[in-house]
Every structure is written in structure tokens, then in C-alpha cells.
């Protein structure tokens, strides 16, 4: 079924672009995705000593030292919500058409809209890291290499996910 606009009645029809634009856009998060996770975060001096952490090192010493359900959402948030939301983004711009997956892949779109709320989840881990920062004389932050590759991997998701024409998976159910 094809939707119209609500303004002036012009008939939007799905678009194949939709779903090739999301496969680029997914597709090149997931290679930025990579590197994000394998890459120092950040660098951080406190008291003249030095610590480099990826994502993954800071898991580890959340959860060493207890804080298992501050470990876990970080390990949510910043690895498996945006590796689960690209895998199955890449998955629905590649059979988004196939009409014997129709309520499949409706469910798996519902299922990347709702996980989608936990992106903001990224800024409030920023908002702690800025306010480590601001500790002044006594500690230093320096971000690493992987902070920018998240950033392209938030900004590349945010891009696909928008990009996505649900319309799509409509017309499969309906051909």
C-alpha cells in the first residue's frame, strides 16, 4: 500500500534507493565499527599515571571491580545495540522485497526502532567523560583513536536507520 501525503495528496511510492542508501550507509558503520572497538578510547592521566582503554578494556574493569550493571549497559550500548541494529539494518535492505519474509522483516524494523532509543544512551556516557575531563590540574583525557571511528559508526547508524523506508516491507507483504 503506498502512502500519501497528508499536505497535498501526492502518492510516495517505495523507493529501491531507500534501501540501497541504508545498505551504504549500514554497511560502511559496520566497517567503521571495527576499528572503534579495537583502537584505544581514550587516554587518561591521573596523579602522573598513564591508562589507555578501548570500549572492551573498560567493560572488563567495570566488571572486575563489580560494577556488573554498569559493565553490562556500557557492553550494551556501545557494542551489541550497534552491532544487532547494522547486522539486521544490512539484513532488511537486502530482503526487504521478499515477500515470503514480509512479517519477519516487519518485526525485525520494529525491533531496530525500539533498541534505536539506547543510541542516547552514547550521550550520556559522553556527558560523564566530559565532566572526568573537567577535573582540571589533577587528571587529563585525551581521546583516542577509536572515539572518532564511534562517532562516524553513531552518525553512519543514525543514517541507515533514518534512511529506511518502512513503506518498503509494506509492498512486500501486499506484491
Known amino acids: ?5 497528508a499536505h497535498c495528496g501526492h502518492i510516495k511510492k517505495p523507493s529501491a534507493v531507500s534501501a ?3 545498505l551504504v550507509f549500514a ?3 559496520l566497517i567503521f565499527y571495527i576499528p572503534a572497538n579495537l583502537f584505544p578510547f581514550m587516554t587518561m592521566e591521573l596523579y602522573g599515571k598513564k591508562t589507555t582503554a578501548t570500549i572492551w ?10 560494577s556488573w550493571l554498569i559493565a ?9 545495540i550497534p552491532f544487532l541494529k547494522l547486522v539486521i539494518l544490512v539484513y ?6 521478499n515477500p515470503d519474509q514480509a512479517i519477519f522483516n516487519t518485526r525485525l524494523y520494529r525491533f531496530v526502532e525500539a ?4 543510541s542516547m544512551l552514547d550521550i550520556f556516557l559522553l556527558a560523564i567523560l566530559v565532566s572526568i575531563m573537567k577535573l582540571g590540574h589533577w587528571t587529563s583525557v585525551q581521546p583516542g583513536l577509536a572515539a572518532p571511528l564511534f562517532v562516524l559508526v553513531v552518525i553512519f547508524t543514525m543514517l541507515a536507520s533514518h534512511q529506511f523506508d ?3 516491507l509494506r509492498k512486500a507483504k501486499n506484491d
Open 166 to 168: 518502512p513503506q518498503l
Open 20 to 22: 540501497q542508501s541504508t
Open 72 to 80: 553490562f549497559v556500557v557492553f550494551a550500548a556501545s557494542m551489541l
Open 1 to 5: 500500500m503506498d502512502e500519501s501525503c
Open 115 to 118: 533498541i534505536g532509543r539506547w
Open 27 to 29: 554497511l560502511t558503520a
Open 57 to 66: 578494556s573498560g567493560i572488563v574493569t567495570l566488571a572486575e571491580s563489580g
Open 92 to 97: 532488511l535492505s537486502i530482503g526487504a522485497k
